[in-house]
């Protein structure tokens, strides 16, 4: 038997993820913290923090060091998105947009040429990006998107629709689109109806290609710009088309699990915040003579905080573990840790402002910040119900995952 698995950190399993949180929590501590609640009231991304993580190598975290990134695996994509999360989601969610949706996809499914022309930018922060999949109509049901694309007699794709709800679709209060957007288009159709998709690599400056509208007024995630885009006649040529046409079904499905943990890691780093919040406060709140902690109605609140929070701690690191990044096939897990963490964290920050009552409730005392930002996590990536979907389908395929 190995003799030391027993010491083994499945949240820091080796030093290199050990100095990775040490160097991200100290960035947090100076950098993201102190303007969190600002960005947050005034809904506003913080671009010049963000192109900092690039100096850091956290914008390529999971691109091999040949393209300008870090080379790390899931485990690390997870830590880097949890502390970031435990004291800034919304800025965490444009981090997650563009390192895991839009670099860690072209880093796995694009071409040589693409990658050497593309990555370094993305990786240093010199361009920012995004994915867009969703649109006005169309969500959960993505196979029925009515963006199309049609090649042209020179060659050139000629694309056309809306795409909404895009995470740094546009990056400032002036329409700025992203410098780079990873787009998912109809090029065909099969027998069924539904959509042959096709991977479009679309670069702000392209004709057609330009902002809808930002979305304000969000409930949470605020420190994240979210836009509709909009594709009107939009030229993209012919070398921005990732693998053949009609075949990005598999680039959907590979990516979607390193965002599934990416959301997770989330969750884990508000539930991490709002439990260490409410376990203060219970000790310097006092009420009929006593620290509120000796009630047994706030001790159920910590109690059952603590557990679960546990419990998403090891499903999350359990799962990056088992996560190859180059490869799909880990669907079950993807879906079943962010179908747990998303609303167990979602339960911890609301106990956290039940905890502490009307400071709970105020902005300067982080925790309703929280509670807000983590209701977007049941519904982005998937909501709920299609991960109660998936993993249905996925254990009538495979019962024997039970009994492992
Ligand atoms: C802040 C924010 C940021 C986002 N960022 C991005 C981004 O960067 N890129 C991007 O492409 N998208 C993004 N999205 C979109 C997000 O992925 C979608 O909102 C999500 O997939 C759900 O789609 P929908 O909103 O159209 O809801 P719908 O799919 O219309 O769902 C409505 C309800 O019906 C349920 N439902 C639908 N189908 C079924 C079914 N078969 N069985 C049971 N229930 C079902 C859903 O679970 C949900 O409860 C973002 C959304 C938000 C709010």
């Not at 088992?322 to 079943?336: A, E, F, I, V, Y």
């Amino acid at each position: 038997m190995d003799s030391d698995w027993q010491s083994i950190d499945l949240a820091n399993p080796t030093e290199e993820h050990r100095m990775l949180r040490k160097m991200i929590r100290d960035f947090v501590l100076e950098e993201v913290e102190p303007q969190a609640l600002e960005y947050d009231k005034h809904e506003k991304f913080n671009q010049d923090l963000f192109r900092k993580l690039g100096d850091y190598g956290l914008l390529g975290i999971s691109v091999s060091e040949n393209y300008g990134g870090s080379g790390m695996d899931a485990t690390a994509v997870a830590i880097v998105n949890e502390e970031l999360s435990y004291s800034d989601p919304g800025f965490c969610l444009a981090y997650l947009a563009h390192a895991q949706l839009m670099v860690n996809n072209l880093a796995h499914n694009g071409s040589e040429e693409q990658k050497s022309r593309i990555l370094p930018k993305v990786c240093s922060g010199e361009w920012i990006g995004c994915m867009a999949m969703s649109e006005p109509g169309y969500g959960t049901d993505v196979l029925g998107m009515q963006t199309v694309a049609e090649q042209d007699k020179n060659g050139n794709w000629v694309i056309n629709g809306r795409k909404m709800w895009i995470t740094n679709g546009s990056i400032d209060e002036n329409s700025t689109p992203a410098d780079i957007c990873w787009l998912y288009a109809r090029t065909g159709t099969d027998s069924k109806g539904r959509a042959q998709i096709t991977t479009f690599l679309v670069e702000k400056g392209m004709s057609g290609f330009s902002v809808g509208q930002k979305i304000y007024d969000k409930t949470g995630m605020r420190a994240s710009n979210t836009a509709e885009l909009v594709f009107d006649n939009c030229i993209v040529p012919p070398e921005n088309v990732v693998g053949n046409p009609g075949e990005s079904m598999i680039h959907m499905m590979r990516n979607l699990e390193i965002e599934r943990i990416g959301l997770a890691a989330m969750s884990l780093g508000i539930a991490r915040r709002s439990l260490s919040a409410m376990n203060r406060y219970a000790s310097e709140r006092e009420a009929f003579g006593s620290e509120i902690r000796d009630f047994g109605q706030i001790q159920r609140h910590i109690g059952e905080s603590w557990a679960e929070y546990r419990a998403m701690r090891s499903y999350v690191y359990d799962t990056a573990r088992n996560t190859d990044l180059s490869k799909s096939g880990n669907r079950l897990d993807t879906d079943g840790v962010k179908l747990y963490a998303t609303t167990a964290a979602k339960n911890i920050a609301d106990r956290a402002i039940q905890v502490m009552g009307g400071y709970g409730y105020v902005g300067e005392y982080v925790v309703e910040r929280l509670w807000r930002d983590s209701k977007l996590l049941e519904i982005g990536g998937g909501t709920l119900e299609s991960h109660q979907k998936n993993i249905t389908r996925d254990l009538a395929k495979m019962p024997e995952k039970i009994d492992e």
